[in-house]
């Protein structure tokens, strides 16, 4: 049976966290600097319209705004988090195998997964605004050991096609998880199709830029949309440069992320 939603841009969760108080311990930087984040879902303080969608949890667009502003170090355990740069640099460190630092820049994107536990800060250390999405997922197996892997989407090269960016796809980053992120930068007049692996996988469609029609629906700037039941998703390009990100994913039983969510709450 197929279902679906649409998620507005004005119905997502909006906030405003500044470096103060008793968030300063967790948003770093001077208390001029903020993160703004816009959220899907709500997951706990990530505050969205509707609960998670298959495995994921958390898919949030974030601007780190004012140099040293992001996220001081701090734990998780048992998600996968992958974090997709569309502008200035992060930097990044975790304390996957022996721990490293990252700066990632537009186009880059990392897969960490906690697993039994690790840490990781995530910093914008330059004047320039840093633009990410985030993205959460409950892994297919619990404590397994951390990992990291980092890789780069060239939009250049690789417009006009759906590209597979996490995932068991050809150069594609792993993730412990029945799961794909797929990027498409299209232009104007082109139509896509895209196929869930099976009638038991959902996909997620995420318009970062420009306008499109998906499966008879109009969506534009930070709209979203989620199918599952169907055998494709079709997709045409409304608007020149549209960018677009497309999350499958097994669908779940929602009694079982309750029971999930409630054992992990300190994620």
Not at 48 to 63: A, H, L, Y
Not at 182 to 190: P, Q, V
Not at 220 to 228: A, I, K, N, Q, V
Not at 238 to 265: G, P
Request: hydrophobic share 35%; glycine share 12%; net charge negative.
């Amino acid at each position: 049976m197929s279902q679906s939603f649409i998620l507005r841009n004005e119905e997502r969760g909006h906030d405003l966290i500044k470096s103060d108080g008793s968030r300063s311990s967790y948003i770093a930087g001077h208390p001029d600097g903020f993160v703004t984040r816009a959220s899907s879902f709500n997951f706990h303080e990530y505050q969205g319209g509707r609960p998670g969608f298959g495995t994921i949890r958390v898919f949030g667009d974030e601007v780190f705004h004012g140099a040293g502003c992001g996220y001081n170090m701090h734990p998780h355990h048992n998600f996968a988090i992958c974090a997709f740069v569309f502008g200035g640099q992060l930097t990044h460190v975790n304390t996957a195998g022996e721990g490293m630092v990252d700066q990632l820049r537009a186009g880059d994107y990392y897969v960490f997964s906690a697993g039994s536990g690790g840490k990781h800060s995530e910093l914008s250390i330059t004047t320039e605004d840093m633009q990410a999405i985030y993205l959460w997922v409950m892994p297919e197996q619990l404590y397994l050991p951390p990992a990291y892997h980092r890789g780069h989407f060239d939009f250049r090269r690789r417009r006009n096609e759906i590209v597979m960016l996490v995932g068991d796809g050809d150069g594609a980053l792993p993730i412990p998880q029945d799961l794909r992120v797929s990027r498409l930068i299209a232009d104007r007049g082109r139509s896509f199709r895209y196929a869930p692996r099976t009638a038991s996988h959902g996909a997620y469609v995420f318009v970062r830029e420009g306008r499109i029609g998906c499966a008879g629906e109009e969506l534009g700037y930070r709209d979203s949309m989620g199918l599952s039941g169907v055998a494709a998703v079709d997709i045409d390009i409304l608007d020149d440069d549209s960018d677009i990100l497309i999350v499958e994913t097994i669908m779940i039983d929602e009694a079982n992320i309750k029971t999930w969510e409630s054992e992990h709450a300190g994620h």
